[in-house]
């Protein structure tokens, strides 16, 4: 069984460039959560996505980022004018539902430089 | 308050030893509790969860010490090895789905 995948596993972009970061979760997850990692610290939440919906948001800044999870295909994670306070590891998560099951798998992360 | 409070930061421990990390909670609301492992360049890895109505789980040497009225919890690790060096999270779900991590504590086992 494959875990969940992510892509690329490093991205560098310069400032005011676009970012975009992929997540596949793991076979038979309908569920998929993002969480980002400076330097130093501790996993923050992002996002929570379900097929087509936005579950929870607001881990997500106000300006500039935005997910989406597609009725087909991976997750995006997408970053509009990258900025360098936006250089961090970003991991995705996949569980099977959230009552009943509540393990979240993570991914090995994107690791995102901004020159 | 959706803060978990995690120490120490960083552990020594000799090879042998027993590794302790705590965490603490305020929200009540939280169901689950898990903890992860994360070693340099990689994602987080599950370890070990437990739910909050059950006060220890074990898992071979590692075990979950639950402390609900005191709303804490701690992970043991018995019998620590170079292997376990890596930085552990705690982890609170809330009712949402999200989790709350620690700020983390890196493990070193010397040999």
């Known amino acids: 069984n494959a875990g969940v995948m992510q892509n690329p596993r490093h991205l560098v972009r310069r400032r005011g460039q676009e970012a975009r970061l992929r997540c596949s979760p793991m076979k038979g997850h309908s569920h998929v959560y993002w969480y980002r990692q400076l330097p130093e610290e501790g996993l923050k939440f992002m996002v929570y996505l379900q097929k087509e919906n936005i579950i929870d948001e607001s881990g997500m800044p106000k300006e500039r980022f935005s997910a989406e999870f597609p009725k087909e295909g991976p997750s995006i994670l997408r970053i509009q004018q990258v900025v360098r306070g936006d250089s961090a590891a970003y991991f995705c998560?996949?569980?099977?539902?959230?009552?009943?099951?509540?393990?979240?798998?993570f991914g090995p992360g994107t690791r995102l430089t901004v020159l | 308050q959706q803060q978990v409070k995690q120490s120490p930061q960083s552990l020594i421990v000799q090879k042998g030893g027993i590794s302790i990390i705590n965490c603490a909670y305020e929200?009540?609301?939280?169901?689950?509790f898990p903890w992860y492992q994360q070693f340099p360049g990689k994602g987080p890895a599950l370890l070990i969860a437990?739910?909050?109505?059950?006060s220890e789980k074990k898992e071979g040497r590692f075990t979950i010490s639950f402390n609900k009225s005191a709303k804490q919890f701690s992970l043991h690790i018995m019998d620590s090895q170079p292997g376990d060096s890596a930085t552990y999270f705690c982890?609170?779900?809330?009712?949402?789905?999200?989790?709350?991590f620690g700020q983390g504590t890196e493990l070193s086992v010397k040999p």
């Open positions: 998560a996949s569980s099977p539902r959230t009552s009943g099951s509540y393990e979240q798998f």
């Open positions: 929200n009540t609301a939280f169901d689950y």
């Open positions: 982890a609170a779900r809330n009712q949402g789905g999200k989790l709350i």
């Open positions: 437990i739910r909050p109505d059950v």
